[in-house]
């Protein structure tokens, strides 16, 4: 087996050269500047930037966390499945790759705080954070604790992978008061006038939910009754059934008036007879074209 680098200091060193002996593999370095020698691998570390930066620049992540978005990459990467419908983790292990614990980069997840290291009974027995990728050398999960951007090992691991709190942007920001527009009830009666605008505040979160909440408690209930119509032959005036076209009947001179013609022969006996000469005129001559 042969080995193709470049001048990296990761392979071109003492203990790379040891292990080619001992694995058995020849160990060929390409030109300085030329990685057309090298298209293979070039190719493969094209692949796990591009999917790397798709990941971040989806998810907003920061710059400082690349290493955490390239690993994920390479790790769907060698897990999906290539032309041939085996994936390069198939090949390598000669097993399924372990698919079952994939989780949605970056979504909301929920660490499980080790027991030694709560200051307290009654304090929260859980970080929150992120996912960030699954580590390799156990079966576990990096995750980024928001509470001091660290990132924590752990298998103990809850997820919510339809939330996502890279996306929002914070509470107190101009943007989010941006988006939230007021909202305007229709009074049921005249007392209910005063909740007729009710605006967000941008001052904190509880307290425009506590007026919206307060606002929805003065709505009376109304109990609204929505009558469907009536089936056509429940009759309430003095009109006679016998004007009446039941439904099988309607479905009949239907299934009658369009009849499917199945071979030639019923095509040219049908009052279109003219017009299925004509089409069937057309097509020869666009065969013998």
Known sequence: MKIVSDWGGEFVNNCFKECA????????????YTPEHNGIAERGNRSILEKARFLMLQTKLTDQLWAEATSTATFL?????????????????????????????????????????????????????????????????RILRLQDKQVVISRHVKFDETY??????????TKLHNLISPISLNPLNPQTESIRNVTYK????????????????????????????????????????????????????????NTILNNYQQAIKSKDSNKWEEAISKELDKMKK
């Open 164 to 173: 996502f709190p890279n996306l929002l942007p914070p509470l107190n920001s």
């Open 21 to 32: 002996r001992i694995e058995g593999f020849e160990h060929s370095i390409s030109p300085p």
């Open 202 to 257: 941008n001052d904190s979160c509880s307290e425009w939910e506590d007026e919206l909440h307060d606002a929805m408690e003065e709505i009376p209930q109304r109990r609204i009754r929505v009558i469907s119509p009536r089936h056509p032959t429940l009759i309430t005036g003095d009109v006679s059934e016998e004007n009446i076209l039941p439904y099988q009947r309607r479905a009949h001179q239907t299934v009658e008036s």
């Open 77 to 141: 990467l060698n897990v999906a499945p290539k032309r041939d419908k085996v994936s390069l983790y198939k090949k390598w292990f000669n097993q399924k790759p372990p698919v079952s614990n994939l989780k949605t980069f970056v979504c909301k997840s929920w660490v499980g705080i080790p027991p030694i290291k709560r200051q307290s009974k009654f304090e929260s027995i859980v970080w929150e954070g992120i996912m960030l990728v699954y580590e390799n050398h156990a079966l576990a999960y």
